[in-house]
């Protein structure tokens, strides 16, 4: 079943710290896959366009697209007879058909949307809109088909103690009283004050909040209300 495989898990804790790491940028959040059973949520409009995991309001509405990895990915360099040559760097990206799909969901409601990261290992938490973003570097292999993008593209929005973050996802032999914690989170949203106790001893530390607001907030308050 889905919500026993470890992605699954992964991806599920990966969402509560992330989603309250944003309401203490003020932002207001709605989980839309709430509703769908884990399943990708839907906006209707003229067709059914697969959205984002959340929709967001600070002072404009935005879309908000959260991504839990164990790494970042390093690309190096690629072959010599690639068609379009990138230098060897430190990626991260989606899949293909939710780069077309949330492209079409911000085109229709107006709303840009925000790709946010929270990468295990390097215990930080990065985000930018996919009009920051630009155009990626799309896989050359077929059986990976994911658009992707150099990290150094996004806006670090928090960073935490990187150890104590992969034991909070270690999923295989946690240690019993993260165990009880893992158990509770995956079957419902936790109570704020035992999250935020959580985010304490994971040291988490809103990093560069002016350059953030800057450059997300303010962006999308500026060309999107």
């Not at 155009?135 to 992707?148: A, F, G, H, I």
Request: with cysteine; hydrophobic share 40%.
């Amino acid at each position: 079943m889905l919500h026993d495989a470890r992605e699954w898990k992964q991806g599920r804790i990966g969402e509560i710290l992330q989603f309250f790491i944003y309401k203490d940028f003020a932002v207001e959040m709605q989980d839309l896959a709430d509703r769908t059973e884990k399943r990708a949520p839907l906006l209707y409009g003229k067709c059914q366009i697969p959205s984002p995991d959340i929709s967001a309001i600070k002072t404009a509405r935005f879309f908000v697209e959260l991504k839990t990895k164990t790494k970042h990915q390093l690309w190096g360099g690629g072959a010599i007879d690639d068609p379009i040559k990138y230098a060897a760097r430190t990626e991260e990206g989606i899949d293909r058909d939710k780069w077309h799909h949330y492209q079409q969901a911000s085109q229709r409601w107006r709303q840009p949307v925000v790709l946010s990261v929270l990468c295990i290992k390097a215990g930080d938490m990065i985000a930018a809109t996919l009009d920051q973003l630009g155009k990626p570097r799309c896989s050359p292999r077929p059986e990976y088909d994911l658009v992707n993008w150099d990290i150094r593209q996004f806006s670090s929005l928090a960073s935490f103690d990187a150890d104590r973050l992969q034991r909070l996802f270690n999923f295989n032999n946690p240690e019993p009283r993260i165990k009880i914690l893992q158990d509770l989170w995956l079957q419902q949203m936790p109570r704020e004050q035992q999250v935020r106790s959580v985010l304490s001893w994971l040291s988490a530390r809103q990093l560069q909040f002016d350059v953030v607001r800057q450059f997300i907030f303010d962006q999308i308050e500026r060309e999107w209300k």
